[in-house]
């Protein structure tokens, strides 16, 4: 799929809008959200544009497998080593902010979450 003109995370992956990386390969951007829920929260998007989860199809099963995969390690280099959360927020009766699909993953000490969760 190619990158949607509008799309803010497109442009993160294009580099036209700077990020915090976390993780980076040919299918893959990790990245802070910059509206922290949590004292660790880095999305985890495709790089490749699909709108959202509902979206997907038998094509995007290798990243949603890659993206799923890489989660805990991330989470646990990222400090999350006594637990995290998986989002992912789809359409918008279920939260979704900007169609593109990401994975929210958030952790650290719960004393520390801001009640809005994504």
Known sequence: ????????????????????????DDDMLAFHDIHPKAPVHFLIIPKA????????GPEQGDVLAKMLLKAPQLARETGCGNGFRTVI???????????????????????????ALP
């Open 49 to 56: 544009h699909v709108d959202s989860l509902d979206a997907c």
């Open 89 to 115: 927020n789809t359409g918008p009766d279920g939260g979704q902010e900007v169609y593109h699909l990401h994975l929210h993953v958030m952790g650290g000490p719960r004393t520390e979450w801001k009640a």
């Open 1 to 24: 799929m190619k990158a949607h003109d509008n799309c803010i995370f497109c442009k993160i992956v294009a580099g036209q809008i700077p990020s915090r990386k976390v993780y980076e």
